[in-house]
């Protein structure tokens, strides 16, 4: 994937998630018209909110979304808003859904996220280290 900075008014950023979430009680109910239409709401909610979709993959009974956030914006408040929308959403336009998610939830309760990046934490830390600052405390150094 090529490096292209993401600009705002006063920022220049580059913000890497990886999201998976299931289904609730990890039942397979993404499959065909469903898949399609959970796909197509979560492409409507990021463009709503300036979220950037990299990658992402519907299964029967979790998703993938490689997103690219705004700094403005929480992974938290993310995945509330598409979990929370699209569940919304998917409740209301498929009965079958209502029969198999009582309870008004299509998703679990939790999800996983984690950052990517080019550089490994120990890069960046070595970065931070060496800014030309004299040694007066080892992990978080003031200069000038």
Same mark, same amino acid.
């Given at each position: 994937m090529s490096r292209t900075y993401r600009r705002g008014p006063h920022t220049v950023y580059e913000l890497h998630y990886h999201f998976v979430f299931t289904t609730k009680y990890r039942k397979p109910l993404l499959r065909g018209e469903s898949g399609v239409a959970v796909r197509d709401l979560i492409r409507?909610?990021?463009? +709503?909110?300036?979220? %950037?979709?990299? +990658?992402?993959?519907? %299964?029967?009974?979790?998703?993938?979304?490689?997103?690219?956030?705004?700094?403005h914006l929480a992974p938290s408040r993310a995945m509330q808003a598409i979990k929370g929308k699209t569940s919304h959403h998917m409740l209301r336009d498929f009965r079958r859904l209502r029969r198999e998610c009582w309870g008004k939830h299509l998703w679990s309760r939790g999800y996983f996220v984690c950052t990517s990046g080019n550089v490994t934490d120990e890069v960046i830390a070595q970065y931070v280290a060496n800014q030309d600052v004299a040694e007066e405390d080892e992990d978080f150094k003031v200069s000038g």
């Open positions: 409507a909610i990021c463009e +709503k909110n300036d979220i %950037r979709i990299l +990658k992402g993959h519907v %299964r029967p009974d979790h998703v993938h979304l490689f997103l690219s956030l705004p700094p």
